[in-house]
């Protein structure tokens, strides 16, 4: 059996569930839709909406680096062939987690899952909140991402500089 | 609002339980008018599953936060389908207490 996929991590469903395309110039049959994975909308917003690099990018996501680019190659490539062959975009489906960004509320110890820009605590109303880094059993895949860059042992990451103690 | 807590008893001083799928029953806080419903968790002697059943029944409810001590690993990846919020209490508070923070 091969190894499963590890979830991928999106920030917010996006906007929009596709994009339909107008004024043909010439009559067309009608194609078949290009679906959009949520993972590849989400790697196509870190990387060219808003600039990070891929190697935050792929930290964002939870995946190693090289996976993020080919994540981010299958999305272009998906975009763009929405739009060179006039055939409509539909944002579906993929091994995701959606906004699974945990909180900690420091005035009544409770964890919880943070809401579309929610800036106060669900229970109690307070605002004095900080972000739950590792999760216990989070901990394992944490390492994972810090040990890998793809880039070989030698290469100076510098995130494998800081941690120096994640290579196998 | 209504706000669901997994409940070991079917009183306002009963404690929270800890588990989310297999508690006896759930108190459901209603935010509007501040009334309070015990239902019986009929999810909790499956043997398999219990906590999407559990979310089944509270979701039929239109419950839109759940508050436990844990969730299992499919609540998780559910709830966010749903649109319903996670909240983890590490504590072991009575049912009235949460009630009374819910209420700031």
Request: charged share 25%.
């Amino acid at each position: 059996m091969p190894r499963p996929k590890i979830i991928r991590k999106v920030a917010d469903k996006p906007l929009i569930s596709g994009l339909k395309p107008y004024g043909m110039s010439y009559p067309v049959k009608k194609s078949e839709a290009v679906f959009l994975l949520y993972e590849e909308y989400e790697a196509l917003r870190l990387c060219d909406y808003e600039g990070h690099n891929q190697c935050d990018a792929s930290k964002l996501m939870g995946v190693s680096r090289p996976t993020l680019t080919r994540i981010c190659m299958s999305a272009r490539n998906k975009v763009s062939m929405a739009v060179v062959e006039g055939r409509q975009l539909i944002i579906e489906g993929g091994k995701v987690e959606i906004g699974n960004e945990w909180m900690k509320c420091n005035n009544c110890h409770c964890f919880f899952v943070k809401f579309q820009h929610e800036d106060s605590c669900p229970l109690c109303g307070s605002k004095e909140m900080s972000e739950v880094q590792n999760d216990g059993e989070d901990a394992d895949n944490e390492l994972s991402l810090k040990a890998c860059c793809g880039r070989g042992k030698r290469h100076r990451c510098q995130e494998r500089t800081n941690h120096k103690i994640y290579h196998i | 609002m209504k706000v669901a807590i997994s409940s070991k008893g079917n009183t306002i001083d009963s404690e929270m339980d800890s588990r989310f799928g297999r508690c006896k029953f759930f108190a459901i806080y209603d935010s509007e008018d501040k009334s309070t419903m015990f239902i019986d968790n009929t999810a909790a002697s499956l043997t398999e599953g219990a906590g999407p059943a559990a979310l089944q029944l509270l979701t039929a409810q239109g419950v839109s936060k759940l508050v436990s001590g844990d969730f299992g690993l499919k609540i998780k990846t559910l709830s966010s389908d749903l649109n319903v919020q996670l909240i983890v209490m590490r504590e072991n508070y009575t049912i009235e207490k949460i009630i009374n923070i819910l209420n700031h």
